[in-house]
């Protein structure tokens, strides 16, 4: 399987399990693998036998500037359901991370995969 992979993307959205998280948008930090349908761009160096990943970050930051979340669990499952069904990708690995959120801890985040990997 051919990826794509998008790392060190921010993006804002308004995220948190406490009242005090969620009083301003917070800056999270994406690490992205997306695994295309096909291998044709390879070959034909065609945009349209791909995935554009300039489309997929602009469509992740406007979703998370709309949507709110609780956890970063439900933030990841939410940007992976969006890889798969709106961009035809076959699978997506999904890493969000809050930076400096908790005392003395530089990141704390969430992985999860979800799709087929062939």
């Not at 301003?24 to 945009?47: F, M, T, Y």
């Not at 489309?55 to 890889?83: K, P, Y």
């Not at 969000?96 to 995969?113: A, N, Q, S």
């Amino acid at each position: 399987m051919d990826l794509i992979y998008l790392h060190g993307v921010r993006a804002k959205t308004l995220i948190g399990w406490y009242d005090w998280e969620r009083l301003a948008p917070q800056v999270v930090e994406l690490d992205l693998e997306i695994g295309l349908p096909s291998n044709r761009a390879g070959v034909s160096d065609n945009l349209t036998d791909t995935i554009d990943y300039d489309r997929v970050v602009n469509t992740l930051r406007a979703s998370m500037a709309e949507q709110h979340f609780l956890l970063l669990e439900a933030l990841a499952e939410h940007i992976a359901h969006i890889i798969i069904d709106d961009f035809a990708a076959p699978w997506a690995k999904v890493s969000v991370t809050k930076l400096g959120i908790l005392h003395e801890v530089g990141r704390v985040g969430v992985t999860i995969e979800r799709g087929v990997r062939s």
